[in-house]
């Protein structure tokens, strides 16, 4: 049962992490982007280390297309991958209304930020694959500082700037500030989601599975 | 005795640090509040990751509500918690007491800034909830590094900016610059902390207790 | 066969992540050289931190210079070095290019950015000193967060910030962005590299080889 | 032998780094010393790091107090003292002049940046009261990073930027650029920083030590 509470504590703080430093950043800066993503980036990097390093002794995936991939990996089952992502996408929207609800503004407000183009979407995968790579490939000792490093740069190094997420593209759907992204957008970051980590799962599998001293468990 | 030392010691150096690196931060921006803010961050990272680092050995809660936890955990006699909180909030004046003094102010110009409101008080009581959560959970080798980055990602995270500490809550009123709080809301902020370090304290109790692998002693 | 995957996809991955955040700098930014250099920095340090922990396993040199040192020590052949310098220059390509496209420019499109002079030769000799320094001195444990950090540091304390690696200067050359290096200038980028690679190699044989007790490999 | 050439190098290295990405810095920003103080703390942060991770198997002082607090605990004799504190600001000197040079300024050109005041002599006693204190109860395992965090607060939470070393006020006085030193107030620096060892060294003895778990070699 802790694991559960676990996928929908770890979650709700990531999000709320995530949306809560993008309106801090933008209610402090002077109409300058890129300091508002710098804070974002390090808010979200530090979240991640913590969050992972203190649930990991539970349950840590805190994202459908992580518990997706160990589904298919056989150590979950398919009714723990549900049941996980139902916690995860509670636990984003409790976080992300939280977030709003601390800065004074209304606990639900739909994004109009819209995040679409061909390229968004190549980006959306390229990131959800890199994300998944690492995670299939990291020792645990180092998973939670190789995780927040992973997103640390890849929020710059794509266009999307890597929502990698499901639950987070949900969550983050109900805040109209600097994170947010438009409820129609979704569906397809989600898709590009679900295609990035196969295609890491399946390089993983041809190329690196069994030859690694590491192990993702 | 030297657990009393550590903890005046390493209180002091963290509000120290917590103050000193907003007036400094104030003192050379441009009129930039993210800027200052994320300086801010960062030296009460860096502090964190050090004091706890170092004075581990000895005694590192730095917070009167992280010793009345470890007291409600039986760890600590009520005579070594009060004790322990006298020292931390001897240590949090003096070392704002020193930035003030370093950076040419009166060493004690009580704080006009005003942080009242609900969502200000649920913030704190958010923000006092995590980092308790975090420390019941994290391993005793990882502790230093995990609450520094639980701080770094609260600062921003939250819309009180995660003061989550009575000690650091009074120490912060005596300078009246970026990191201060007016006298007048310190009960408050410190009532919020209580009731969110009890709050981590049940949840942890009834859930995790127990099952968890690492040990927060 | 994975070693040569691991190299492609790393060295991919690392100059994806030097010219993709130095574009999203660039976009973000109003004006501001000094903020968009910060974050590539903070994207190459996490960048470098991932990779390398997440390809140890098999093979992270990400770099020719580095490959050619560890030829000279006789960890691999000279046609291991030959192979591993062809997928690293290809993989540094490809992650530029994809940089390119996932921003919305032109795939291919060289820089204009000169980086000329002595002092800037000497800077890049000064670069890879260091950094193949680093690498011949670190332990394997720590090899991932001590090249990151040397990489954060130097390129702000070297006036050509720090290429110090011949694939990246080439895949660089690709880019008419923030992080780009006219193709004209490749050449003796590269040349300082060596020079540089080898008095540290030679330094490490005559003074340190022996007495470490650490390992590079 | 090597002990002197690491002391030599890292000590360059480090007042390479320190005055380098100040100058990088000033070059790039548009008169925001904020901005300019945060990359040179960050570069001061990685190099700390990687230079006592990497030269901590041969000798990691880089400063001639440190080197005198390791002398009155019996682990070094007088004459490395002396020896040690002659490579260490022969490498500060060479660093910063080296850094002069490959940002095209003259190689030498002493700095006219005051530093003075009571406030700024009390600051520095501090600033090295804390160093000290700090590396004196440090884990051999973690004092690379511990003491890299410490210098990333102090630049912030000390009104004199922690110079906390004698070499680097002589090597920082060779710099008319943001980092530099009066060679007037070099004097009253170096005594501030004996004085501020010395109490760290006293309060060691007579509280932690022996009852420390960690060891400090």
Known sequence: ??????????????????????????????????????????????????????????SAHFNPV???????????????????????ILGAITGVILANYMFELDPVCFSQKEREGTNI???EIFATFGLLL??????KDRVASVVAAYIGGAYWFTSSTSFANPAGAIGRS???????INPDDVALFCLAQFIGALLAY???RFCFAGNSITSSE
């Open 1 to 58: 049962m802790n694991k559960f509470v676990a996928e929908f504590l770890g979650t709700g703080f990531l999000f709320c992490a995530v949306v809560g430093s993008g309106i801090m950043g933008e209610q402090l800066s002077t109409a300058n982007d890129s300091l508002t993503l710098l804070v974002n980036t390090l808010a979200t990097v530090f979240a991640l280390y913590f969050l992972i390093s203190v649930f990991q002794a539970f």
């Open 174 to 180: 109900f805040s109209n500030t600097f994170a947010g």
């Open 66 to 88: 992580v518990s997706f991939i160990f589904y298919l990996k056989g150590e979950i089952t398919g009714k723990t991958f549900l049941t996980f992502s139902f916690f995860q």
């Open 202 to 204: 399946f390089l993983y």
């Open 134 to 139: 690492v995670i299939l490939l990291s020792s």
């Open 121 to 123: 979407f190549v980006s």
